[in-house]
């Protein structure tokens, strides 16, 4: 299931609108590199038809997504669950370590020292939701198992 917050979801209609402003822009590039005549050797059209074809799949991703997904907010969250939109403290059982982690919808370009992005579909992410302050989760990580306690939902 793809969960996004309302926010992700602007954020992903805004990014679609932008990605089909580019398709005259693209039309246009490919319509000049066609008037340079040979098609075969005309490494600007082969370009500019590349472009296009990444725009169009990055439309449908999008498309795809925004039909797809199950707008959360915080109201319809019960208190105390780790859910989408959620930024929650977790405290390595074996080390003792602690680490902020917020689960989103919708990984974004933002690096934030402070907190660690997933997805509800990620492995950490599949552990954290539904899950409540106290408790301890099992994450099945590349390299081994790991068990986190649930400090705080912020």
């Given at each position: ?32 590199a066609r ?13 500019a038809k ?88 099992r994450v ?15």
């Amino acid at each position: 299931m793809n969960y996004l917050t309302p926010e992700e979801r602007t954020n992903l209609q805004e990014k679609l609108r932008e990605f089909k402003k580019q398709r005259k822009i693209l039309s246009d590039r490919i319509g000049r590199a066609r008037e340079l005549g040979d098609l075969r050797e005309n490494a600007e059209y082969h370009t500019a038809k590349e472009d296009q074809g990444h725009n169009e799949r990055k439309i449908r991703d999008i498309e795809q997504k925004l039909a797809s997904a199950v707008i959360v907010g915080d109201d319809e969250v019960p208190e105390g669950m780790v859910f989408v939109g959620a930024t929650v403290r977790l405290r390595d059982v074996k080390s003792g370590e602690e680490e902020l982690y917020s689960l989103v919808g919708e990984l974004t370009d933002d690096r934030d020292d402070d907190h660690i992005q997933v997805t509800p579909n990620s492995p950490m992410g599949m552990a954290l939701m539904k899950s409540r302050v106290g408790e301890t989760v099992r994450v099945d990580l590349p390299r081994g198992p790991r068990k986190y306690e649930i400090v705080e939902i912020q």
